[in-house]
C-alpha cells in the first residue's frame, strides 16, 4: 500500500486563504498588518526564503517592510534597527532571517526583539511560555507566538484529519528551531513524545515505535523504510540539494512512501506550511495589537 | 537484589558543605548571599517548606530575609514587594513559595521576579534559555538558573557515578516544575528522552525500557514492580501522606527496590536535595551579580 501523501504546499494555500479574509476585517477595523523582514548580506538560500514570505505577505495583504543590509554590518547597526521596529507601530511582526554574519550575535539580536512582534516564536520568552502552557488551545489562545516549523508540522497533521492525542510521537533531532519546541507542542495536543538525536542507541528501535515519526536530523534520506512502521506518519524537516539538482529530505522518501500510512513530500510538505505559519503569527499580532 | 538506594540526604549535604567553602570565599570578597524568602498565607506545608530552605540559609552562611505576608494580601502588594526586592542589592535570590491564594495570578507573579534573582528557575526566560541551550555544560555557565527539583535529580544521578549520555530517560509526568525541564535537561545531557503523562496508552510498556525513569505523576505508588526492568534508576519526585502518617512517594518502593538497580527513597531522595540546589542557585546569583 501507498501512503497518503500530506500535501503541504495545498494546505498552506487553505491557510492563505482564511487569512486574506481575517485581513480584510482588520483593515475595515483600520489595522493593516504589517511584517518587518531584515536580510543582512547575500546568502543565496536566505535570499529565496526571504523573497518566498515576501510574496506570502502580498498575496495576503499583509504589508511588508523589507530591509536589506550589507553582509558587513555590525551588530550596534542591526540592534538599533530593531530598535526602531520595536517601536514602529506600523510593525506588527519582525522578522530576521538567520543564519546571521559572523560578527553578530544570533542570540542577542532575538532577544532585542520585542516578544510581543517575535512572529518567529525564537524569543526565550515565547519559548518560556509555550514550555509553561499545558494544551494547545491555552497556547493558540494567549499571547504567545509558536515557532513556525514546529506550528506548521502541528497544523499539517491536525489538518490532515490524523489524531495526535494518545499516539506516540518520535522526534528525532533536538535543535532549538524545530526538534525541542515540536517537541512540546505534541506534548500538548496529549502524545507521548520521545525525542532522539546522535546519541541514541539503536535508533531504528526507538523511530519503529512512532505513530508520528518528525524526521528532522539534516542528512540526506538518513530514514530508511527499516526504520519506520506501516502506522506511521512521517513529517519530513529537511531539504537537501542532491548532486542532480534535485531536492530530497531527511526521509528515503521512495522507499518509505511503500510503506507507511502517511508522509510529507520534499519539496512541498513542511516548507510551505513554515511560511503559512509566519503569516498566522503575524496576522495574530496584528489582532493583538488592537487589544491592548 | 536490592538495589542501590541514592541517598539524597547525604548527597544534599555534601553540597551544603561545598556552597559554606563557597560562600566563605565570596564574603571575603565582601559579597554576602543574601536569600529573599516569601511566604503568603498559612499553609502548612509551605510553612515546613520555608523553614527548611531558612534553615539551610543559615547552615551555608547565606543571609535570608523572610517576609511573612497574611493570606488576604493582594496581588499588587505582592507586585510591589518583589519590586522592591528585585531592587535590593543586599537579595540576591528571591522565591515566592507555592502555591499562592487564589486571589493572586501565580504566573505575574513569576513574570516580576527580575530573571537575575529568579533562583526558583520558574520565570519564562530562564526556561526558555534552558531550552535553547544544548549541552548542560553550558547552561551551568551561564546566566541562567535552572529550576531546583529537576537540577537536583541530575545532580543526585551524576553523584552517584551513574551515566547518563546514551540512556534512555523516561519521565512520567509533564508538569512545569518538574516533568518538562528535567525532560530538557536530560537532553542536555545526551540521553534520549520519552515523556509519558496521563494521555499515555500502554504505560507499563514505556517505562520498562526506562534506563533512568523518572516518576513525578503525584499519585502514591503508582509506580509498582512490573513496571520497572531490573536496569532501571528510579527517581520518585512524589510525596505523600498516607493515613498511618508516613510519608510515601510516587513508587511502590518497598516492591520496586527488589527489583531495579538503583532507587530514591521518599523521604530523603530528592527532597533534600531540592533545597540544595536553590543554595546552589542563590550563591551563583550572588557570584554572577559581583561580574556585572
Excluded: W
Aim: net charge neutral; glycine share 6%; charged share 25%.
Amino acid at each position: 500500500m501507498v501512503a497518503q501523501i500530506i500535501d503541504g504546499k495545498k494546505i498552506a494555500q487553505e491557510i492563505r486563504e482564511e487569512l486574506k479574509k481575517e485581513v480584510i476585517c482588520l483593515k475595515e477595523k483600520g489595522v493593516v498588518p504589517g511584517l518587518a523582514t531584515v536580510l543582512v548580506g547575500t546568502d543565496p538560500a536566505s535570499q529565496i526564503y526571504i523573497k518566498n514570505k515576501l510574496k506570502s505577505c502580498a498575496e495576503i495583504g499583509i504589508y511588508s517592510y523589507h530591509q536589506h543590509l550589507p553582509a558587513e554590518t555590525s551588530e550596534d547597526e542591526l540592534l538599533r534597527l530593531i530598535e526602531e521596529l520595536n517601536f514602529d507601530p506600523k510593525v506588527h511582526g519582525i522578522l530576521v532571517q538567520l543564519p546571521l554574519p559572523e560578527q553578530i550575535d544570533e542570540n542577542k539580536v532575538l532577544l532585542a526583539i520585542d516578544p510581543e512582534k517575535d512572529v518567529d516564536g525564537f524569543h526565550p520568552i515565547n519559548i518560556g511560555k509555550l514550555s509553561a502552557r499545558k494544551r494547545m488551545e491555552e497556547i493558540e489562545k494567549e499571547k504567545i507566538f509558536l515557532p513556525c516549523t514546529p506550528y506548521g508540522i502541528i497544523e499539517m497533521i491536525r489538518r490532515s484529519g490524523f489524531t495526535i492525542a494518545g499516539s506516540e510521537a518520535v522526534i528525532v533531532g533536538r535543535s532549538n528551531i524545530v526538534g525541542k519546541p515540536v517537541a512540546m507542542l505534541f506534548l500538548a495536543e496529549n502524545a507521548t513524545v520521545t525525542i532522539c538525536h546522535t546519541g541514541t542507541k539503536n535508533l531504528a528501535d526507538v523511530t519503529r515505535k512512532a505513530d508520528i515519526l518528525v524526521a528532522a536530523v539534516g542528512k540526506p534520506k538518513m530514514i530508511t523504510a527499516e526504520m519506520v512502521s506501516e502506522k506511521a506518519i512521517v513529517i519530513d524537516v529537511g531539504t537537501h540539494r542532491l548532486p542532480d539538482e534535485k531536492l530530497c529530505g531527511d526521509v528515503d522518501f521512495d522507499n518509505v512512501k511503500e510503506k507507511v500510512r502517511a508522509i510529507t513530500p520534499v519539496p512541498g510538505g513542511v516548507g510551505p506550511m513554515t511560511i503559512a505559519m509566519l503569516m498566522v503569527n503575524t496576522v495574530k499580532a496584528a489582532k493583538l495589537s488592537t487589544k491592548t
